[in-house]
Each structure stands twice: as structure tokens, then as C-alpha cells.
């Protein structure tokens, strides 16, 4: 159902919605940038649509939401174990199509991978998500090619025109609040991206033979393996296990699962001492073939959704659509 409300009447919505819901969306964060004086856009709860930031891309992927950076999963004592409570509002989460389509792989490992995430289901199952169109491409997006640059997955459209808000609401829960506030019903249409500026081509015979070729060295100087590619990427999902004792009595504590990366130092190690993939310019080539090979041979769509945060966050500049217009030319080195 499609209406137009005032900004003023959309933000009553939100305070309606907000009592069943916890609402997050992408906002300025000032002097919270990796560099001096400067902002971040990162997703953080917002009372108002005036908090939203519409024309820059997060740093940071909406996942952080849905999968905390640390998450408590149950507290023990010597002689019980408490699972964690959950927040009680459910999130609403506002997200442009890519992140959307990430959705749809985060689903997959945690929901559909022969085995279903308890902690993730319970959080997964409340959530509802608002989708912001695109007008423009932002820099290093590469969504187009990757497919993601459009979807009709999403709970509620959101577009602010002017001092108007346009909504193209799906959900029928929240439909029966924004109605309260707008009757006239109008025909809405997302705004989606058409074309990047960067272009990416995945080779049609790409195999594992790839990764004999030699484009890998490049990575293995150039890498400084700090993560921060996996951090901000919103297919990313590996985690690592923490046991946290306490002082006050060492036989208690709580369980977490924290966010981990293939990238750094320690993530393959093993009981023995044994490590695998110590090389960077490995552990790239073990990135790059999980999001444009691997992933797709079982579920039939590639991992990387072509948001371009890998690209915008890396200190070293490098690119991983770069690294993805190289496979071509590698495939013809190892035939």
C-alpha cells in the first residue's frame, strides 16, 4: 500500500512503531571517524527520519544488528547454565537493496546450512526491514553486476521528497500504524541503481585452478591482514567462541561468540600448533573464491553483493573488484 505523509506524521508513525520496535538506520556519527575530526555513518537507533542519513553509504553493514559484534549466549555457574535474555523490542531496521540481498546469504549459513542458529532465529524471526532506494551509485558499489542492485524483499519503502515522506508499506503490522496517519493510498515505485561506475566480470569458466595462478603474490605484499574487509561486509558471518570468567568467582562466567575474520593472524590455527593459510595473499585468494565461486556452486548466486565497503574501508587501497577483473586473466595463465 502506497501513501504520502508529512515529515511530521511519518515521525508519529516511527514514535507509534517504536514501542514494539527497537528502530535502526544508517546516521552521521560526529567525530566518530577513523581519522581526526571526522564523522562516520554507522548504524545506530533513530526516533526521528531527520536522523537518517539518505546520501552517503554506511561504513559499516546493517548485520551488526542482527549479528552484535559480541554477543553474550549464556552465563554458568559451577552447577547451572542461563541462556542470555533477548532485547524485547524487536528490530526495524531501514537498508538499501544490496544489504537487503545480503539478507538472503546470512540466512542461508545461519538458517539453512543443515542446521538451524537458535540465537540468530530468535532475533532474525521479530525483525522487519525498510528499504531506501538508491538514486545514484555510490563510489566502489558494483551491485549492478552482482544482481543485488534491486529487490522486492522488504517490509516498507521509504522515501523522503521534499518535506513528504513516500512509503510503500508491504507488512501488514506495519501497515495497520502508518495508516493512522495517512489514508489516501497512491502507487509508489523503489528507486533502484541502473548502473555503477565500476564493473565487475566474473568469468564464466572460473575454476579451482585459479588458484595456482600468481596474481595471488600481489596480496601477500600488499595486505596488512587487519580484517577490516570482513568487519564491514555484510555476507561475512564467521565467528570465534570466548569463555569469560570472573574475578569475583572463577568458576562462573558468561559465553560469547565474537565477530572473527579469515583474514587475520590465528583464524585457522589449530590444537597442535597447526595453521593453515599463514601466506595473506592466501587468505585472500580463499576470500575472493568464497564470494564469487565457492558460494555460488551451492546456492546458485554469488556471496558478494557488490556494496564497495571492502573497497571504501581498506587502508592499503586495495580493491576487491579489482581483484575480481583479474581472475579472467589469471584463468588464461593456468589453462
Known amino acids: ?26 546516521k552521521v556519527l560526529e567525530g566518530k571517524g577513523r581519522f581526526s575530526d571526522t564523522d562516520m555513518v554507522r548504524y ?26 559480541s554477543q553474550t549466549l549464556f552465563f554458568f555457574t559451577e552447577n547451572e547454565m542461563k541462556e542470555a535474555d533477548m532485547e524485547e523490542k524487536a528490530p526495524l531496521i531501514v537498508l538499501r537493496s544490496c544489504d537487503i540481498n545480503s539478507l538472503r546469504r546470512i540466512d542461508d549459513i545461519y538458517l539453512r546450512n543443515g542446521f538451524e542458529d537458535p540465537f540468530y532465529k530468535k532475533i532474525r524471526e521479530k525483525a522487519k526491514f525498510i528499504l531506501i532506494g538508491c ?3 555510490f563510489e566502489n558499489c558494483f551491485c549492478v553486476n552482482m544482481g543485488t542492485n534491486k529487490t522486492e524483499e522488504y517490509d516498507m519503502y521509504l522515501k523522503v521528497n521534499g518535506k513528504e515522506v513516500v512509503l510503500d508499506v508491504k507488512d501488514t503490522g506495519l501497515n495497520k500504524v502508518v495508516s493512522k496517519f495517512e489514508n489516501t493510498s497512491l502507487e509508489v515505485t523503489p528507486d533502484f541503481v541502473i548502473e555503477n561506475e565500476v564493473k565487475v566480470n566474473i568469468p564464466e569458466n572460473l575454476s579451482q585452478d585459479v588458484m595456482k595462478s600468481k596474481m595471488w603474490d600481489e596480496y601477500s605484499e600488499r595486505c596488512i591482514a587487519c580484517g577490516r574487509c570482513n568487519f564491514v561486509c555484510p555476507t561475512c558471518t564467521c565467528f570465534t567462541m570466548q569463555d569469560i570468567f570472573y574475578k569475583e568467582n572463577e568458576k562462573s562466567g558468561e559465553r560469547r561468540r565474537v565477530w572473527a575474520s579469515c583474514q587475520v593472524d590465528g583464524y585457522t590455527d589449530m590444537a597442535g600448533g597447526h595453521s593453515f593459510r599463514n601466506d595473506k595473499g592466501q587468505r585472500m585468494r580463499f576470500k575472493a573464491l568464497h564470494k564469487v565461486y565457492d558460494y555460488k556452486k551451492k546456492w546458485g548466486y554469488h556471496m558478494c553483493v ?7 574501508i581498506c587502508p ?13 586473466k589469471a584463468m588464461d595463465e593456468v589453462k
Do not use: H, W
Request: hydrophobic letters at 30%; glycine letters at 6%; one cysteine or more.
Open 316 to 328: 592499503e587501497y586495495i580493491s576487491f573488484s579489482n581483484c575480481i577483473n583479474k581472475l579472467e
Open 306 to 312: 557488490g556494496c564497495g565497503r571492502c573497497d571504501d
Open 44 to 69: 545506530g537507533e533513530i526516533s526521528t527520519v531527520e536522523e537518517i542519513e539518505f546520501n552517503k553509504k554506511s561504513q559499516f553493514s546493517y548485520k551488526e544488528v542482527l549479528l552484535p559484534i
Open 1 to 26: 500500500m502506497g501513501y504520502k505523509l508529512s515529515i511530521e506524521n511519518f515521525n508519529s508513525a516511527l514514535k507509534e512503531l517504536s514501542k514494539e520496535y527497537k528502530i535502526y538506520a544508517p
Open 135 to 137: 538514486e545514484n551509485s
